[in-house]
């Protein structure tokens, strides 16, 4: 509010702005004391295989890595892994080709945060084709 | 806001009522609609934590978020869904938005996959094939 004033005139009124602060200051104090910290909330892409009725139920192809997610623990093409473990081959693979694709066999028994811990596990590691597929066991 | 004047004139204050009556109508509106979009997600789901998710800068505005509950109830914005009315919703969200809507699939940290794969199954029979799963990165202390 750039306002040139080149000489004060007798009898103006000045508008005054203390009432205008305190209502400011009255509004940042609210929103101070009333604003929550909120959850960063991140999502995880994954890609759903449709059931093709036509594909022969041959095993898959050699090159692709199984992960396996089961009520008491994890899997890497067949072997148990814990965390630390699933950690480290998901770093391996990554290093020789981030664009793999990783077949993730979810158990119907299996917790929610199991398989978040897996997906959050690849996306570490920079893998980012994954395909869930659930198992009935 | 420069204001000219003239020498002889009398001053003409500026009447500053309108503009803070304006600036507090659009306070009260970005109050009230910020709230609205926290207010649409379930609080009793309990999301598990990815620390190394990525962060997604633009959410894409057709984006479906489903939530399923510890106990496999499914609800979107906080209204609770059958099945059936789920796949209702699916298959009129891929009519209006194209294939490629984004479906988010908020679970409970203990909701058995079972659960999941039952909406995972209809987002398949509704022609919805981005699935996404929602987790924390942080949590706010």
């Given at each position: 509010m750039a306002r040139q004033r080149k000489r004060p005139e007798p009898g103006e009124a000045e508008l005054s702005m203390t009432p205008m602060i305190d209502v400011v200051f009255q509004l940042l104090i609210y929103f101070v004391v009333t604003n929550k910290p909120v959850d960063v909330i991140t999502n995880l892409d994954v890609f759903r295989p449709a059931p093709d009725r036509s594909a022969p139920k041959d095993t898959p192809p050699p090159n692709l890595v199984r992960l396996g997610v089961y009520k008491d623990g994890y899997t890497v093409n067949e072997v148990a892994a814990t965390l630390p473990v699933l950690d480290q081959a998901l770093a391996r693979l990554a290093a020789l080709d981030a664009s793999q694709t990783i077949m993730i066999t979810v158990s119907?028994?299996?917790?929610?945060g199991q398989l978040i811990k897996a997906l959050d596990l690849c996306a570490k590691n920079g893998l980012t084709s994954l395909s869930i597929v659930s198992a009935a066991n | 806001m420069a204001r000219r004047r003239r020498n002889q004139q009398p001053d003409a204050e500026m009447d500053m009522t309108p503009m803070i009556d304006v600036v507090f109508q659009l306070i009260i509106f970005f109050v009230t609609t910020a709230d609205l979009q926290a207010k649409a997600l379930d609080t009793s789901v309990r999301m598990a934590m990815a620390p190394n998710g990525p962060v997604e800068e633009v959410k894409d505005p057709r984006t479906v978020t489903v939530d399923v509950d510890k106990d496999g109830r499914i609800s979107i914005m906080r209204t609770p869904l059958t099945e059936n009315q789920l796949l209702g919703a699916l298959v009129n969200a891929r009519n209006t938005s194209g294939q490629s809507t984004p479906v988010v699939i908020r679970g409970d940290v203990t909701t058995s996959h079972a659960d999941i794969k039952r909406v995972m199954d209809l987002c398949g029979r509704a022609g919805l094939w981005k699935l996404r799963f929602a987790a924390l990165k942080e949590k706010a202390s």
């Open positions: 119907s028994f299996s917790e929610h | -």
